[in-house]
């Protein structure tokens, strides 16, 4: 759409002015002066006093006030990260105070001068603030804009309005973030309820422990100085439940048969132990009138067999012999994740490197778990770029609180790969670890020398945050893992408290140890152990790639070695 003021394409004689039927309210007529260049211009104010000639040539210029709204769609308005734009729509009221600059200039289409200059203001403007700073562009447009302007043209702006706002893509963008931080909000909401919650029921269930201790104190010292036996237990619960006489009955009755019993089995043992003696010659005749008053006698023969002093009491059961305690082996993986097999020029230049990512999931975590998940993420990101590193690592992720849990199987990563999420669990074991890395390394480790020429030691990045509450018992795991044949390399990172020593205890040698700085916040430490982990791994496929089978150590600021003689 175009918009010319000029309202005759050639030149007209004077006379026929007058007889045009298009004529504004407010109009100028223009001469031009021949030879000259130069215009005149007859207005409103000058005609009957000049006389400029009937049959001069002359252009007709609308003088009118003119109102327009358009939208900014030719050009983009890129914000100030350069990847991201502005919508802008505008109404802009315009008018001709130069008649004849207008003519001069042969301006046949206003709209494209004035929409041309306002879009270039807009432009520029929208240039300086970030996508999400739509209202406050459009204020500095509107500002800058809020004037008369007068352009070169003989066109006079004399209002302009623009209204601004991101584009589709990006208000999609804002709402996710505005939703997901209402979710976090949200979530940390409903987590405080929970913790709140279970705080109460945990002091109410203190409560009652307490007291039901208390109780259970007062009734034991109410009986410290009594001597119990079965028939007074009988008494006792008679005296607490009257109305439980046939109950009491039934188990006097059931007592007084054991005990018959008891009585008649070692009347019968004693009377086959002299038996025996006799017929081994061990007791002569002699010695029977004496013993056999004994040997029958109910009462008499009864309490020798039941006195443990006595020296025909015998124990015939065998002695208990201890099971040792060697766990059951952990059920193995039957994930439908892919391994991933790499073409076979590729895996045999290079190689298949196993790769562990256990990561810490105890109480000790809970501060971080968003960083945690944005580690595992980034990894894959790392690993997705390059196709060839990709073939050349299989990767598995393990978290640890109580138990372990493999939470993503041996694959190789790529873009589509569906990365676990993690929450923290109750407890900090590290045995359960080591023992879940003795069961899969050396299955998994068979199974990809099956399918590729040639597997590389496998690496273990162990991230330590919360201490071992089995501080005494996992390091026999550990060592039974180093000794194994497919024993892995363990790169130790601790950031949490006692975290020299136990990266020292974890590393498969001591340059494998590394820790956060004295005072470093937690999440800053996941992230730089994020990054530590992303470029080791690099670094090691890049040397498998040259034909090097080294582990540098990637560490950067945040983290530092632990020292070599620790």
């Not at 030149?11 to 001469?31: E, K, M, N, Q, S």
């Not at 945990?202 to 001597?227: H, K, W």
């Not at 509450?469 to 550990?478: G, I, L, R, S, Y």
Request: proline content about 6%; some cysteine.
């Amino acid at each position: 759409m175009s918009l010319s003021l000029i309202l005759n394409e050639t030149a007209i004689p004077r006379g026929v002015v007058g007889t045009r039927r298009d004529l504004p309210p407010a109009f100028a007529v223009v001469y031009p002066v021949e030879g000259s260049g130069r215009f005149e211009v007859e207005r409103e104010r000058t005609r009957g006093q000049r006389w400029f000639g009937g049959n001069r040539p002359c252009f007709v210029v609308d003088l009118s006030d003119h109102r327009r709204q358009a939208n900014v769609t030719r050009t983009p308005l890129t914000c100030r990260d350069g990847a991201h734009r502005f919508r802008a729509s505008m109404d802009v009221g315009f008018r001709v105070h130069d008649p004849a600059a207008l003519v001069q200039r042969n301006v046949r289409d206003v709209l494209a001068v004035v929409y041309g200059w306002v879009t270039d203001v807009v432009r520029r403007t929208a240039a300086r603030f970030p996508v999400e700073e739509a209202r406050q562009a459009e204020y500095q447009v509107n500002q800058e804009l809020n004037r008369d302007i007068a352009l070169p043209e003989g066109i006079t702006i004399f209002h302009c309005r623009v209204r601004m706002e991101a584009d589709e893509a990006v208000e999609k963008h804002l709402r996710a973030l505005s939703e997901e931080t209402r979710r976090r909000q949200l979530g940390h909401t409903t987590h405080l309820t929970v913790v709140q919650q279970t705080e109460g029921e945990e002091e109410v269930r203190d409560l009652r422990d307490r007291a039901e201790a208390r109780r259970m104190t007062e009734r034991l010292s109410a009986t410290a100085n009594e001597r119990m036996d079965i028939e007074r237990l009988v008494r006792q619960h008679l005296a607490r439940h009257p109305d439980d006489t046939a109950t009491v009955l039934n188990l006097l009755t059931q007592l007084k048969a054991a005990e018959s019993a008891q009585l008649q089995t070692a009347s019968q043992q004693r009377q086959d132990l002299m038996r025996y003696l006799v017929e081994q010659q061990v007791l002569g005749k002699a010695d029977l009138d004496g013993l056999r008053r004994e040997a029958l006698g109910v009462d008499t023969g009864a309490a020798a067999a039941l006195d443990p002093g006595s020296p025909v009491a015998f124990s015939t059961a065998p002695p208990a012999v201890g099971s040792p305690d060697t766990p059951a082996p952990a059920a193995q993986q039957t994930s439908g994740a892919s391994t991933g097999n790499a073409p076979v020029s590729a895996v045999s230049r290079t190689g298949v490197v196993p790769v562990y990512l256990v990561v810490d999931a105890s109480p000790a975590t809970s501060g971080c778990v968003t960083e945690l998940e944005n580690a595992i993420r980034s990894l894959q990101t790392v690993l997705s770029n390059s196709n060839e590193i990709s073939e050349a690592v299989r990767l598995s992720v393990i978290t640890y609180s109580d138990g372990a849990d493999v939470i993503l199987p041996q694959t190789r990563v790529s873009w589509t790969t569906g990365m676990p999420s993690l929450h923290a669990s109750a407890g900090c074991r590290y045995r359960p670890v080591f023992r879940r890395l003795l069961d899969l390394v050396p299955q998994e480790t068979e199974r990809l020398k099956q399918q590729v020429p040639r597997v590389v030691r496998p690496v273990v990045f162990f991230l330590s945050v919360g201490g071992p509450e089995d501080d005494t018992e996992w390091p026999a795991v550990h060592t039974a893992l180093m000794g194994h044949e497919f024993r892995p390399h363990i790169v130790a990172c601790a950031i949490g408290e006692d975290r020299v020593r136990l990266a020292a205890r974890i590393a498969s040698r001591p340059e494998l140890a590394v820790t956060a700085v004295e005072g470093a916040d937690l999440g800053r430490s996941v992230v730089q152990f994020s990054v530590f982990v992303q470029q080791t791994v690099l670094n090691l496929v890049r040397g498998m790639l040259a034909g090097r089978m080294d582990m540098t150590l990637a560490c950067p600021e945040g983290l530092t070695p632990v020292p070599v003689e620790r």
